[in-house]
């Protein structure tokens, strides 16, 4: 019996069986697990700003006050403490990044679909490249090209050093930013998929051992499977304030007349 079940049972399951490939929709390549999630997202976001904001009311219902303090949180927390006072223009488009990844990280959590969007290298990639191109066109709008570079790029040190400092530089700023703000991203919430999968399935493991041992033990990797899943929701919601926070620190960076 075990070896029939090791038979019909495929171990370890494959990317076609679920993990990026859809098995209700279809297996083909623009159809997948992860696009079905990116569109629930989006309309999970414009349903809730345009019912809660559609007719604003000087007493908010629940629906408006969630999208208020919301927005209230972004403004007051990044785009005037950390960005200053240009940042209010800039509150729309956070308030959208910051709801766009809490609810892509909260798929990790959630029944079905168990995986984060985010743990796919190729989301947070976008993302980042986004507030990458935001930032150096607000730099250069506000500066001039000259100015943004030279202050992004040159020190305030002696000249014989500057052939060292700027390469120094411009690879920090114009390179590791953007591929440091993806990584953090995707290695938070694959790393809590990773552990949500190590207590869940070893739960299951070791209820299969069949011993009285295994069944005691089994009983703490779920309920540590528990206390994860709750972590991980802290988590998703920390790595999109994250992911959110840097870019209102380039944006301050770029608008930053000196270095």
Not at 136 to 156: A, C, R, T, Y
Not at 157 to 184: C, H, M
Request: charge should be neutral; proline fraction near 7%; aromatic fraction near 16%.
């Amino acid at each position: 019996m075990v070896v029939l079940a090791k038979a019909e049972i495929p171990w370890p399951p494959t990317v076609d069986e679920g993990f990026f490939f859809d098995p209700v929709v279809g297996t083909g390549p623009w159809v997948t697990k992860f696009t079905i999630m990116l569109w629930i997202a989006i309309a999970a976001l414009i349903v809730l700003f345009a019912v809660a904001l559609r007719k604003p009311k000087i007493v908010p219902t629940k629906g408006q006050w969630i999208a208020e303090s919301v927005m209230d949180f972004v403004r007051n927390g990044i785009g005037r403490e950390i960005i200053g006072p240009k940042g209010d223009k800039f509150v729309p488009y956070l308030t959208v990044l910051f709801c766009f990844i809490a609810f892509m990280n909260v798929f990790g959590i959630i029944p079905l679909a168990q995986i984060s969007p985010m743990t796919h290298i190729a989301f947070p990639v976008v993302l980042a490249i986004i507030s990458y191109v935001m930032y150096i066109f607000v730099g250069i709008q506000n500066s001039g090209p000259g100015k943004f570079f030279k202050n992004h790029l040159i020190l305030p040190a002696p000249w014989y050093l500057q052939p060292l400092l700027i390469p120094i530089e411009f690879f920090q700023n114009f390179i590791v930013r953007p591929v440091t703000l993806s990584v953090r991203l995707f290695a938070n919430m694959f790393a809590g998929h990773l552990i949500l999968l190590v207590f869940t399935l070893g739960g299951f493991v070791l209820i299969n051992a069949g011993t009285a041992f295994t069944y005691g033990v089994s009983v703490f990797s779920f309920a540590m499977a528990i206390a994860m899943t709750l972590f991980e929701f802290f988590v998703a919601m920390l790595q999109a304030y994250i992911f959110v926070l840097l870019t209102g620190t380039w944006l301050q960076g770029a608008l930053a007349d000196e270095h």
